[in-house]
């Protein structure tokens, strides 16, 4: 099913919103409906296509949030200034329709057989394509390691609270805390990812998805800390969250 | 601007190539450097997109859509290689 999705050319399909989840106030996830959907890779993105009533079109990429086998589902982030982001984040009703091309990628797909130990690291809404990888990791029952360091700047920030609670995922809030607060309250930066990361000798692959800012001094840690260059994949998106 | 990266344009180079190229591998003609597509800085912000070497800055393609016709110069990659999808 995977092998079909990337063959031939993209076509743009109709996707109904099924379900919506409001994640934080900003955030919103989307289940979506597209008939003749091909089935997608963990890591894999779309482009989401709204047209106006003038004919004016916009298209915003979106990563995946479901793993291979499940309903297509993207996970948006309002940008105040935003064209396609506000109208997924606050208007969108079920029901509702709009145009997606998809599944978007080949580099920054995780496949359950290219070893490990897995490492993930996201900043913000940039934590969509790891929840995809985090579930196809657990269907797969991959024998690999695996751990999510997972940057927000508040506890009430966090995407996908309830699912990220586990001992897999290591949290930190750069700008406000919780009481009680017992996760990391800083920025992520080579001396954390030095406590966090897998060893650089247990041959790690790793996925790093968010702002721009913070997927460079991520990547550039890790190649710091001995990783492979070309075991860490990188995905950015912009200055704040489009993905 | 700040840049983006090749992932964001995989959906108009499926389009324009007619298959995955995220994956392609982009060498280029000013440094020499050679890596994924996705690895290249890319510039959405502008009339067009501009994709440029990470390494050196140096301009290795541009998209321009003029009225659903998209024009591509790879003028600045001295080799383009589009491997096999797995």
Redesign the interface.
């Given at each position: 099913m995977a092998r079909a999705a990337?063959?031939g050319?993209?076509t743009w399909r109709v996707a109904t919103v099924i379900a919506v989840v409001d994640e934080t106030p900003r955030v919103r996830t989307l289940e979506l409906e597209v008939p003749g959907w091909p089935g997608h890779l963990a890591g894999q993105?779309?482009?989401v296509r709204l047209t106006a009533e003038d004919g004016y079109r916009a298209?915003r990429?979106y990563s995946l949030a479901s793993a291979p086998g499940e309903p297509p589902v993207i996970t948006v982030e309002r940008l105040e200034d935003g064209e396609v982001s506000p109208y997924l984040t606050q208007d969108v009703r079920p029901g509702d329709a709009f145009e997606v091309?998809?599944p978007?990628?080949?580099?920054?797909v995780w496949r359950p057989d290219e070893g490990g130990p897995l490492f993930l690291a996201a900043g913000g809404s940039g934590v969509a394509p790891m929840r995809a990888i985090l579930r196809h990791w657990r269907n797969s029952m991959s024998g690999v390691r695996v751990r999510l360091l997972y940057s927000s700047r508040t506890f009430e920030d966090i995407i996908y609270r309830a699912e990220l609670d586990g001992e897999k995922v290591v949290h930190t809030l750069t700008r406000a805390q919780p009481p009680g607060w017992t996760g990391y309250a800083r920025r992520v930066d080579a001396d954390l990812l030095r406590e966090v990361a897998w060893p650089a000798d247990d041959g790690p692959l790793a996925f790093v998805c968010g702002p721009?800012?913070f997927v460079e001094s991520v990547a550039a840690s890790l190649v710091g800390l001995g990783y492979t260059p070309g075991r860490i994949?990188?995905?950015?998106?912009?200055?704040t969250g489009g993905r | 601007m700040e840049a983006l990266d090749g992932n964001a344009i995989g959906g108009m180079l499926s389009h324009v190539f007619g298959r995955e190229m995220t994956m392609a591998q982009a060498e280029c003609g000013s440094c020499g450097a050679r890596g994924p597509l996705a690895e290249c800085e890319v510039y959405l912000g502008g009339p067009g997109v501009v994709v440029r070497c990470r390494a050196c800055q140096h301009i290795v393609m541009v998209f321009v859509e003029v009225r659903e016709m998209i024009c591509v110069d790879l003028g600045g990659l001295s080799d383009f290689e589009v491997l096999a999808w797995r």
């Open positions: 990337v063959l050319r993209l993105h779309v482009d298209e990429a091309r998809g978007i990628g080949g580099y920054f721009t800012s994949k990188t995905e950015r998106f912009g200055p | -």
